[in-house]
């Protein structure tokens, strides 16, 4: 038996570090939600105890390195699962961009395997899996809208932002996570984005107030690091985009777009000096 399950990005309208933990994460409060730019898993049952990753792109790991074959092993170890699987990875999503490819794509692989081989694990259960994987991932196990808390895998389900145009744009710039984080220094932040407006604002359904309430702490981090990604943000300002950010640790900025007559100026506009810029909707 074949089964398929989409894994798609996502974007953070807002992410606030509020100190670092013992554990050496970081407390965090993001509002996250996805768009429709998506890898598209393909699982196949195999009966040899074993699992194999493929992927039509030759940079990703597609070792135990990988984080679809650290979800299947981890499903299969603790639902005591003797059957092998085969996992072909169709890759969308930008890689170390900040849209979560490999968080999503372990998700998806919970899910699909669930389903594959009959386990009935209830979501939750589904999502303290994906906790153990990384901080992302409970939140592409469900998706939608949610407030993220703790280091991230705390979720208080929203309502969908309004609809819009989401112009997303990466520079062939490598980011580490961890380096972001490590770099961030709580003294620095001269204005904290607020988890609770930007809730109100999604809940009036106010396209100018989500646009009005974006934010993202380790967003002059990344830009420190990386002039050229605040000069791609201040072009796409220019080129219109109704609000603007960097999406969680970089270096992929999104704009967010209310009219669909400004699309293709912006998409065109940015292609001049960015080779990866995708036009897509939120997934509401
Ligand atoms: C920044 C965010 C925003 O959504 O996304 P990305 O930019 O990675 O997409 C997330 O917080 C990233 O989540 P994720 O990529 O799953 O991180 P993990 O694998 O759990 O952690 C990678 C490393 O980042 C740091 N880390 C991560 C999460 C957190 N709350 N505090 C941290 O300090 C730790 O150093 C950790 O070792
Ligand atoms: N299935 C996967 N897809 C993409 N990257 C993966 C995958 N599994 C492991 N990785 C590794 O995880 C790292 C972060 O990738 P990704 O999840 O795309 O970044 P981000 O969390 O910034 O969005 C990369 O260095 C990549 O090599």
Redesign the pocket.
Known sequence: MKIYEKAPA?I?LM?D?LH??PD?????E?I?TMVDLADRLEMKELPRDTIIISSQVGYIPLDEKNLAFQAAKLIKERYQVSKGVYIHLDKKIPV????????SDAAATLRGLNRLWDLNIPLEELQALGAE?????P?CVTGGTAL?T???EQLTPLPGPPQCWVILAKLPIN????E???R?RSDKIQKHPSARRMQEAIEQGSFPAVCSELGNV?EDVTLQMHPEVAQLRETMIRLGADGVLM????PTVFGLVSKESKVARIYNGLRGFCKEVYAVRLLT
């Open positions: 996502k953070n992410l570090v670092k933990r050496g994460y970081h407390e965090v993001m996250m170390a961009a900040g849209l979560a490819g490999g968080s994987l990384g901080s992302d991932v939140f993220a703790g280091r991230g980011v580490s996570t961890a972001v984080y490590g961030f380790l999406s969680g640790s970089g």
